[in-house]
């Protein structure tokens, strides 16, 4: 079983950064792909950021490349995500996940992630 929780969520101006951490209790954090998921209400989970095992591979989704930066250090079982110039259109809650198999390489899909945060919520004002 693993347990995922994030932190680091809380409420920023247009133009801002925020820095998002997940901690991973996962035994073998390193044979995990992670990645960061958002939903705002009404809508579906949208794909944000994912990561290799490694860390030397990284996807973004279209609507936050060259302004989020997803990292993990596996020695520490963390995840983060390096959010800036932010928008009100960034405003959700962002969960964090992990891909055990990793069928599909980086997933983008939520449904191919096997284990999820609680999430934090992120609020960017204008």
């Known amino acids: 079983q693993v347990q995922l929780v994030e932190s680091g969520g809380g409420l920023v101006q247009s133009g801002g950064s925020l820095r998002l951490s997940c901690a991973a209790s996962?035994?073998?954090?390193?044979?995990?792909?992670m990645a960061w998921f958002r939903r705002t209400p009404g809508k579906e989970r949208e794909f944000v950021a994912a990561?290799?095992?490694?860390?030397?591979?990284?996807d973004y989704g279209d609507s936050v490349k060259g302004r989020f930066t997803i990292s993990r250090d596996n020695a520490k079982n963390m995840v983060y995500l390096q959010m800036t110039s932010l928008k009100p259109e960034d405003t959700a809650v962002y969960y964090c996940?992990?891909?055990?198999?990793?069928?599909?390489?980086?997933?983008?899909?939520?449904?191919?992630?096997?284990?999820w945060g609680q999430g934090t919520q992120v609020t960017v004002s204008s």
């Open positions: 996962a035994y073998l954090f390193n044979t995990y792909v």
């Open positions: 990561i290799s095992r490694s860390g030397g591979t990284t």
């Open positions: 996940a992990a891909d055990k198999l990793a069928l599909r390489g980086l997933a983008t899909l939520d449904s191919d992630y096997d284990y």
